[in-house]
């Protein structure tokens, strides 16, 4: 085993933990009488808080693609106008050292 692979085991090991200290927070909040459930109701909340974490965090990427996009096409536009023909700087030089 390389380090590179043992790197790899151990990131997946610390986002598995994480995942698991997540949902154990979000039981306590949701459902204190989370122990009290039987086990397939224990499973079914499990299942329905993951797919409910997926759903958002879905929504959250799509967002931050929006956002990102939005930002881009703001900086490519000032780009333009600075350095595009007849911009501010559209005949600079830079100095040669």
């Known amino acids: 085993m390389t380090n590179e692979d043992y790197l790899v085991g151990m990131n997946l090991l610390n986002?598995?933990?994480q995942t698991q200290v997540?949902?154990?927070?979000?039981?306590?909040i949701l459902c204190p009488c989370y122990t009290q459930l039987t086990e397939?109701?224990?499973?079914?909340f499990d299942k329905e808080i993951m797919e409910l974490?997926?759903?958002?965090?879905?929504i959250y990427e799509q967002k931050r693609e929006e956002e990102y996009q939005k930002w881009s096409a703001y900086y490519d536009r000032k780009i333009k106008e600075l350095y595009g023909e007849g911009g501010k700087y559209a005949k600079y030089?830079?100095?040669?050292?």
């Open 93 to 97: 030089e830079p100095t040669k050292d």
């Open 53 to 58: 974490k997926e759903k958002y965090s879905k």
């Open 40 to 44: 397939s109701q224990q499973i079914e």
């Open 15 to 17: 986002v598995a933990i």
């Open 22 to 28: 997540q949902l154990a927070t979000i039981r306590n």
